[in-house]
């Protein structure tokens, strides 16, 4: 699932197999009042690395001018249309909204096996006391590692 429709071809035609949705998450609230969509900034350049954004100063400094219109869902609506039981992997990227799909998130209903986040904690201090790593370890996960921004955890 990916709200750049960039992102969503190349999946198609990277992993053929996959079921691809184009599509943005919104928080609980939000999709309860009403939201149904978001406004994504994206570049015009279609690539491999193809990105997006939701913050208006950070599409002006990238040069992200194409503005795009995303269906957008909430977690449980969405586990619900796609009629989910099981995922063993769950990779939380919402451009800087990470901490609200956390939020939503209930680890009774669907429990990944892992999970990776974006969390901008700036030091290894700061991360460990982050609300995306707390909240996680209070739902049964273990923080095991960490790429860049990415945090992963380990369910059990």
Same mark, same amino acid.
């Given at each position: 699932?990916?709200?750049?429709?960039?992102?969503?071809?190349? @999946?198609?035609?990277?992993?053929?197999?996959?079921?691809?949705?184009?599509?943005?998450?919104?928080?609980?609230?939000?999709?309860?009042?009403?939201?149904?969509?978001?406004?994504?900034?994206? *570049?015009?350049?279609?690539?491999?690395?193809?990105?997006?954004?939701? =913050?208006?100063?950070?599409?002006? /400094?990238?040069? @992200?001018?194409?503005? #795009?219109?995303?269906?957008?869902?909430?977690?449980?609506?969405?586990?619900?249309?796609?009629?989910?039981?099981? #995922?063993?992997?769950?990779?939380? =990227?919402?451009?800087?909204?990470?901490?609200?799909?956390?939020? =939503? @998130?209930?680890?009774?209903?669907?429990?990944?096996?892992?999970?990776?986040?974006?969390?901008?904690?700036? *030091?290894?201090?700061?991360?460990?006391? /982050?609300?995306?790593?707390?909240?996680?370890?209070?739902?049964?996960? *273990?923080?095991?590692?960490?790429?860049?921004?990415? *945090?992963?955890?380990?369910?059990?």
């Amino acid at each position: 699932m990916d709200a750049n429709p960039y992102t969503i071809e190349i @999946f198609k035609k990277t992993r053929p197999a996959d079921r691809n949705i184009w599509a943005a998450i919104v928080s609980e609230r939000d999709y309860e009042s009403g939201r149904r969509e978001i406004s994504l900034r994206v *570049s015009a350049a279609i690539g491999i690395s193809a990105t997006g954004t939701t =913050d208006r100063d950070l599409a002006a /400094s990238r040069g @992200f001018q194409q503005e #795009v219109s995303v269906p957008a869902i909430c977690m449980s609506e969405l586990i619900r249309s796609e009629m989910l039981q099981s #995922v063993d992997y769950l990779n939380v =990227d919402v451009e800087g909204c990470d901490q609200l799909i956390v939020e =939503d @998130f209930d680890s009774n209903i669907l429990a990944p096996k892992v999970i990776t986040i974006e969390d901008y904690s700036h *030091s290894l201090e700061l991360l460990l006391l /982050s609300s995306i790593t707390t909240k996680l370890s209070a739902r049964g996960y *273990s923080l095991v590692g960490r790429a860049g921004p990415t *945090s992963v955890f380990l369910r059990g």
